[in-house]
């Protein structure tokens, strides 16, 4: 693991968006988005703009210059509305960085290798100085899958891994048979509804595989199971599944959220 000092230089910017973290909470989660807009300028003119009201704690472009806008002992705007393993104030949990990219809306493209240089050492970085765990590395998606989809299936989260960024399990391979897709309900489904809160997404257990179930699924998939993201929870996706969650130390299980 990456020493404090191995943070990569940095151009400060800081953003008039932040604020104290909620009653003294340190940062638990490192939170990786897309920035979803046409260019780096444009972004980092959002996040710095008080009308706007959002941040980050960092911004990482595409030729892996890296920006701080955020104090990482203050409180960025970056999640949302947002969830995971029973925290809703993922904002005060959280160290969030943006990556330069113009996201589904604008052509989403591959992540560059300098930009995923920069932002691996910042991660090793970050996870060091907060004693963040692996599984508690996480793409926007996962906290908020009804309304963000960063930062994508194209993101190299196994590459993250091997550099001791993340949790990671080689998928399951994608083959023919039994699978689980909306309008489906019984144990089976209430199984994987308990599966996925278990890892810390944020679904009732209802036992129905309803339209919320399928964009946890979908989430899910855009993480560790990106050779199709279809919100369908095919055996490669429950194998995957299980092995990621039978690996959570029993500290880091979840929280369902109520019905």
Not at 140 to 165: T, Y
């Amino acid at each position: 693991m990456a020493s404090p000092d191995d943070t990569p230089p940095m151009i400060d910017l800081p953003s008039p968006n932040q604020g104290p973290r909620a009653d003294g909470v340190a940062p638990s989660i490192l939170l990786l988005h897309y920035t979803g807009m046409p260019s780096a300028a444009a972004a980092l003119e959002r996040l710095c703009d008080p009308v706007a009201k959002v941040s980050s704690h960092y911004v990482v472009d595409e030729d892996g210059t890296l920006y701080r806008l955020v104090e990482e002992d203050r409180r960025a705007h970056h999640a949302g509305v947002s969830f995971w393993a029973g925290a809703t104030d993922i904002n005060s949990a959280s160290i969030g960085v943006e990556i330069v990219n113009p996201g589904h809306e604008h052509g989403y493209r591959a992540f560059p290798d300098a930009q995923i240089a920069t932002v691996t050492a910042l991660a090793r970085g970050v996870l060091a100085r907060w004693h963040i765990p692996p599984q508690r590395v996480l793409a926007h998606s996962d906290v908020a899958p009804d309304r963000k989809q960063d930062p994508g299936e194209l993101f190299p989260w196994d590459r993250l891994a091997a550099a001791g960024v993340g949790q990671w399990v080689e998928p399951e391979a994608i083959t023919p048979g039994l699978a689980f897709k909306r309008g489906d309900e019984g144990q089976p489904v209430a199984a994987l509804q308990a599966m996925l809160a278990h890892y810390g997404y944020g679904l009732p257990l209802t036992g129905v595989f309803d339209q919320r179930t399928e964009t946890v699924v979908t989430a899910f998939q855009r993480h560790f199971r990106p050779a199709r993201v279809d919100g369908v929870a095919d055996r490669s996706t429950l194998v995957t599944l299980k092995r990621l969650s039978d690996a959570l130390p029993a500290v880091a299980t979840g929280g369902a959220m109520r019905a």
